[in-house]
């Protein structure tokens, strides 16, 4: 069985905060390959400060000697508002053989009630929590009644089903965030080992961050 890893974001920048947990995972759980998504129109953020066609750009150059790691251009075709359930499911009609698996940060999973139909995502993908070790998941409410239903300890018996656990998967988390690589780039400061080389070159040359506001 196939088993395809989702992975959307704004990337606006995409930063090495964004790959190495990736790399960590598409190990951890054997992944064949990781899709890159990038939004097109974020329901819960504000607009991204980089143009679409330079966000993917950027994606496909740091993804770029990583053939595992693929860039989907979906969400940014689609319009409207970027729906992960609405992702989902066309992931799921192109690839019916295939066992999907959604990875999220830590901040995102908490932020899971308020996402379009949260409870849907489990209809067709497995969910990975990418965190710091450590990190205790939350003890009551409606993400703690979920993880004591779909819970999925340990990696191995995550595939057991097509669809519908939650694993939480301890990664390498970098403290970086594309807001900071933003307020960098406007200040004029220097991004290397933040973001991938020819991610710096494009940022650079486009100065699509030099009069960056953040909202």
Known sequence: MRKIGIFGGSFDPVHFGHLRPALEILGALVLDEIRFLPAGQSPLRAAPVAPPGLRLRMLKAALR??????????????PG????????????????????????????????PEWH??????????VVVA?????????TGKLADTLRERRADPAAGLF?????????????????SSTHIRAMAAAGRDLRYLVPEPVCELIRDSHCYAQAVER
């Open 160 to 176: 057991a089903a097509p669809a519908g656990w939650v694993l939480l998967q301890p990664v390498t988390q970098l403290e970086i």
């Open 65 to 78: 000697g990583e053939p595992r790691f693929v860039v989907d251009e979906r969400e940014l075709k689609r």
């Open 81 to 112: 508002p970027s729906y992960t359930v609405d992702t989902l499911v066309d992931l799921h009609h192109e690839f019916p053989r295939a066992c999907l698996v959604l990875i999220v940060g830590m901040d995102a999973f908490l932020g899971f």
């Open 131 to 139: 965190h710091r070790p450590g990190w205790s998941p939350p003890a």
């Open 117 to 126: 139909e949260w409870q849907r995502i489990f209809e067709y993908a497995h």
